[in-house]
């Protein structure tokens, strides 16, 4: 018994030396000065570590242009976003919560395009491309969704959902400098072989030209336009 007892105590008293040892000063196996020296070491090296790291950065930022990312992919053809924005849609007019989705879809996108708040844009002369290369506040042209007619959701907050003649809003995706030839227009077309009847806000599909070129987010940014 007694045995045992010296034997737990030594096991105790061995364990308490490593957390900290009165004899040697050491606590957790190393004395102070060792401590400190270790610490000051990774001091040293984590600072250096992090400024090798904050320089490298600054240099690689010097690089870059705040209004137009380098690397640019997607030049060749802008795509377009649809809204809804889902590839098939199905519409049963006599069911209003069947396609309330799309209807809210639709109002909810078209709200940054009220009337109102595109009159904070400028109104920029049409029909041709509206250059500000120079110019150090780029400013954005109106596009107010009251343009858009029957598909504006002002006069019909059904967007013709109710009527069976369900509107589909185009947006093409802005690319920066993007300068079409000719007169952008968007084109539908159905899959099927009889005609369908479509009418196009603005007319013709036309997009106008004035709102060519663009010149990046950070550039050409307003509170009423800027998704
Ligand atoms: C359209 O909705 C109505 C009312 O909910 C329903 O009676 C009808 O069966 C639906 N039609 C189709 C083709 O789903
Ligand atoms: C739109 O496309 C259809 C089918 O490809 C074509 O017949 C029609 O002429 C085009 N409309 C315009 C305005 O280009």
């Not at 109102?116 to 780029?138: R, V, W």
Request: one cysteine or more; proline letters at 5%.
């Amino acid at each position: 018994m007694a045995n045992k007892e010296e034997k737990a105590e030594g096991k105790e008293s061995s364990w308490k030396d490593f957390i900290y040892n009165p004899r040697t000063g050491e606590f957790l196996g190393r004395t102070a000065s060792s401590w400190a020296l270790i610490f000051l070491f990774y001091l040293v090296f984590y600072g250096f570590l992090a400024g090798m790291f904050t320089l490298t950065m600054w240099v690689m930022l010097q690089t870059l242009d705040d209004y137009t990312p380098r690397y640019r992919d997607r030049v060749a053809n802008p795509g377009l976003m649809i809204r809804p924005s889902e590839l098939e849609l199905e519409v049963n007019r006599s069911n209003p919560q069947q396609y309330s989705k799309y209807v809210n879809e639709l109002e909810s996108f078209l709200k940054d395009y009220n009337d109102a708040l595109q009159e904070e844009n400028e109104q920029c002369p049409g029909g041709k491309y509206y250059e500000q290369d120079d110019i150090e506040n780029i400013k954005v042209c109106q596009f107010k969704r009251s343009k858009l007619r029957q598909c504006s959701g002002l006069a019909d907050p059904d967007f013709g959902y109710a009527e069976g003649q369900p509107c589909v809003l185009l947006k093409l995706n802005r690319i920066i400098g993007l300068m079409p030839l000719g007169e952008p227009y968007i084109n539908c077309t159905a899959k099927r072989d009889t005609l369908l009847q479509m009418q196009y806000f603005p007319s013709g599909g036309q997009i106008d030209k004035m709102y060519f070129p663009y010149y990046g987010k950070k550039a050409h940014c307003c509170a009423a336009c800027c998704v």
